[in-house]
């Protein structure tokens, strides 16, 4: 047998046994354990204890209930109607430590108990003190006086501005599930009630998706991937740009089954070489060994244009691909070599502005096209200013290296994500309820656009060759969503939030978005109602029920039934529910996938059955899991175009020439940020703060439970800061710091580690905002929430995406008493 061979065998011998191995061989603290605080143990522990519960199959019992989450599938373990506990699903091929926290967001201190008004706007209502919002008591009242309100209301902004005055909040991270999506919900019943103003494109990926499909014909960032057991057998080396993929993982926008762990685990033990670019030692990084790339943020571009500068005048570069799948590879070569601009891109130019050594740069050039290469990357390089130009540029550069639509070759955007490239099963679609028409046509760019369109009525922005006129917003509804958390320049936004002449807001929790309403009602988590959700988004493998676990605390209900309540006093209470109950929704939703699986001849069981038994299971082909993005294209380009004008890889678009966009050039481009360590204002601020996804949140979700007693420093958020940068500002770790710029302040922990690179800060997103001065802007946060001090700007007049990650800020010694956190109190209560 040739070595060849025989090597192919083992690795399809190593794959099954990985890919298909338990999670209890999985959870080594090595993979989910790492931590950036001090606290390991106790989440090495979590995850022990869940290696050793996947003992469950088969019939619930009396006393367990099967639901779900964004951290993945559990029996909710019930006492006396209690929620006592969670046990893993034994799909879940690495069950996360978070899970154990879901109990304590049941019963968490903050719950909303009743419906509330804020008690200006109840004596007042629209002519009440809009500045008191964030700061004033609230009125308990009843449900039917809290829908009266919200309909009258409704009726009231309708009949005198039109329903383009209502704003219709964002598509958040609701709650999993395909009925009780909220902020479907909400759109479904503004839309039955005649229109309203929505929002288009994605907060996480805005810059990205609104590029690649001039580039590619494909949003790319939630689409298959070449699949994992394909990468484990033929790739050669892996590049991270931006890209933490342990981390991330750990989560789903449906419930996860967390396939990229044992992959990751194959990716170590077969000994594929990673590279990681990041100003972060990730914990990525770290357990695949990977070279670590450390360089300047937002700088990505300039890395890659001289990695490019390396392959094509060393002759690496696949000259036969860029000619038959490619167009436009021509004029980027012209501004690649400086002849359109007179500045080649060299090693030499990109290492004075990435501080990346040039024989690094040419280093890693020749490695990518040495073997098989996988440029793998994250959303992080497209939150930025000019943030299109990273995701196209990672696309050129795999142009040149010639193996896009081979095995183990080429690019992608979601390997970070929900487990992308995992194999899908053979299985059904599931539908969820729809938001139906929205007879208002007007919706805005969103990552960008919230404060912009409060703040600016009348004003017409630029976006992706269009152009959008901001309405004049009265009404706010925020349903399944927390704003004040994720959008950008919180002091910005309290202004902003002030405009508007109601708000309402749905929570489960006293948000600092519910604080900011004027009417808040409050909502039943996953485990009070019953749902239905496909389990993992890629594999596709399991429909799962989702059982009401506990009835709901206090006088909590569902979107759903506030919706249909709503719906009713507004006159078309029918159109809205179909004449179908909660069950009945779900049923419907499992009967449909049932159809479907009987045209593709697999076996589903009645939906009572499966409402007893809890899932449905559904096989992966073996065909899954060779699959490669892009392989039918690379075998016959003219028999299957990509989407784009001219069918091939546009590395220069003569779309976006035709938009004239002087912050977004027709091809890959070097464009200086607003914001970083080469330029002028660095003087005054000079730490490039970054701010990524946090390891034991799902963005501000969990923030007010327990859980942050593994993370927290001293009561706050940590701030990641080199030993270098504290030592020269006299901070020691767990010092309480203030984090500042000429947009606000907050105070966080020191976390002192040789984990991010020096002139570089790093702050996880979602700590809940808590302000000395309830509801003024320029109140200093004291507990850690990173959007009082990033920039509210659009990545470009393409993508008006959001730039978190172009802020500079300064960081001290926070001197004199340190104020006490409250961001999980409940507000003041006035008498009804």
């Not at 479907?184 to 839309?191: A, E």
Request: glycine share 8%; charged share 25%.
């Amino acid at each position: 047998m040739g070595s060849k061979h025989r090597k192919g065998m083992e690795r399809r011998t190593f794959l099954k046994s990985v890919l298909g191995a338990g999670a209890a061989s999985l959870m080594a603290p090595s993979l989910l354990g790492s931590r950036a605080s001090a606290q390991a143990a106790p989440a090495a522990n979590a995850a022990a204890r869940y290696a050793r519960s996947l003992d469950w199959a088969g019939p619930l019992t009396p006393s367990t209930r099967l639901t779900a989450s964004h951290w993945g599938a559990f029996l909710a373990q019930v006492e006396d109607g209690r929620l006592v506990g969670v046990k893993p699903f034994g799909g879940d091929r690495a069950p996360v430590p978070m899970l154990q926290a879901l109990p304590g967001r049941v019963y968490a201190r903050s719950r909303i108990q009743y419906p509330m008004v804020r008690e200006g706007f109840l004596k007042k209502g629209a002519r009440s003190d809009r500045s008191q919002r964030g700061a004033e008591r609230f009125v308990r009242v009843s449900w039917d006086d809290a829908l009266d309100l919200v309909a009258g209301e409704l009726e009231r902004v309708k009949a005198s501005y039109g329903n383009a005055s209502i704003f219709a909040g964002s598509l958040d991270w609701h709650s999993v599930g395909k009925l009780h999506n909220a902020p479907t919900l909400l759109r479904r019943m503004l839309g039955l009630f005649g229109g309203y103003t929505d929002n288009t494109g994605d907060f996480s990926v805005q810059a990205a998706m609104t590029i690649l499909p001039h580039v590619t014909g494909n949003i790319e960032v939630y689409d298959q991937q070449t699949a994992w057991p394909t990468i484990i057998e033929n790739t050669d080396l892996i590049v991270l740009f931006g890209a933490d993929l342990i981390k991330n993982n750990q989560i789903g926008w449906t419930p996860p089954d967390h396939y990229a762990y044992p992959a990751l685990q194959a990716v170590k033990e077969r000994g594929i070489e990673v590279v990681s670019v990041d100003p972060r030692l990730t914990d990525t990084a770290r357990f695949l060994d990977a070279d670590w790339v450390a360089l300047r943020p937002n700088t990505d571009v300039a890395l890659m244009l001289a990695i490019a500068h390396t392959l094509y005048t060393e002759k690496l570069h696949d000259e036969a691909f860029l000619k038959r799948y490619t167009v436009g590879f021509d004029k980027f070569l012209d501004y690649l070599l400086g002849k359109s601009d007179g500045q080649p891109k060299t090693p030499e130019w990109a290492a004075k502005i990435t501080e990346v050594p040039a024989a690094t740069i040419r280093d890693l050039a020749r490695r990518m096209a040495r073997g098989r290469t996988m440029l793998m990357g994250g959303w992080a390089i497209q939150r930025q200013d000019h943030g299109e130009q990273a995701p196209w540029m990672l696309v050129t550069l795999a142009a040149m290296l010639g193996q896009v639509g081979l095995p183990g070759g080429g690019f992608g955007f979601s390997y970070h994500y929900a487990s992308g490239g995992a194999p899908a099963a053979n299985a059904p679609v599931l539908s969820g309820i729809s938001a139906g028409d929205n007879p208002v046509k007007t919706a805005i760019p969103f990552a960008h656009g919230v404060s912009d369109l409060l703040l600016n009525p009348g004003k017409t922005v630029d976006y992706n060759g269009e152009k959008v006129t901001y309405p004049d917003i009265k009404l706010v509804y925020w349903a399944g969503g927390n704003p004040f958390s994720h959008q950008m320049d919180k002091n910005r936004l309290i202004q902003a939030w002030q405009r508007p002449e109601v708000t309402i807001v749905h929570d489960i929790f006293w948000t600092s978005s519910a604080k900011f309403a004027d009417i808040v009602l409050p909502v039943t988590t996953t485990l009070e109602r019953n749902d239905i959700d496909n389990m993992s988004e890629y594999t596709n493998q399991y429909i799962l029920a989702m059982h009401k676990a506990v009835d709901p605390l206090f006088e909590a209900r569902s979107d759903f039934e506030i919706f249909a309540e709503l719906a009713d006093r507004l006159g078309f209470g029918r159109k809205f529910t179909e004449g179908k109950d909660e069950m009945g929704w779900i049923r419907s939703f499992y009967e449909e996938a049932r159809k479907q699986a009987k045209a593709m001849k697999l076996s589903m069981p009645d939906f009572d059955t499966f409402w007893e038994t809890g899932y449905v299971a559904f096989p992966v082909p073996e065909s899954a899991k060779q699959y490669v993005r892009y392989g039918d294209f690379r075998k016959d380009p003219d028999l299957n175009p990509l989407g784009t004008p001219s069918g091939k890889i546009e590395i220069y678009s003569r779309t976006i020439e035709k938009f004239g966009y002087d912050d977004c050039p027709p091809h890959p481009t070097w464009l200086e940020p607003a914001e970083w360590l080469g330029g002028a204002k660095a003087k005054r601020y000079p730490l490039h703060l970054v701010s990524p996804h946090p390891k034991y949140r799902l963005h501000s979700q969990l923030d007010n439970t327990w859980i942050r007693d593994w993370y927290e420093v001293n009561e706050r958020e940590p701030v990641w800061i080199h030993p270098d940068d504290a030592r020269a500002r006299g901070i020691a770790h767990g010092d309480v710091v203030r984090i500042y710029n000429d947009r606000g302040a907050l105070l966080a922990g020191a976390y002192v580690t040789d984990r991010v690179r020096r002139g570089v800060i790093a702050v996880h997103e979602g700590a809940w905002y808590d302000p000395d001065e309830p509801g003024k802007p320029g109140a200093l946060c004291k507990h850690g929430n990173v959007n009082t001090v990033t920039m509210d700007k659009g990545t470009s007049k393409l993508a008006q995406g959001n730039v978190a990650n172009t802020v500079l800020v300064e960081i001290e010694k926070y001197e004199g008493p340190v104020p006490r956190v409250t961001a999980f109190e409940p507000p003041a209560q006035a008498q009804s």
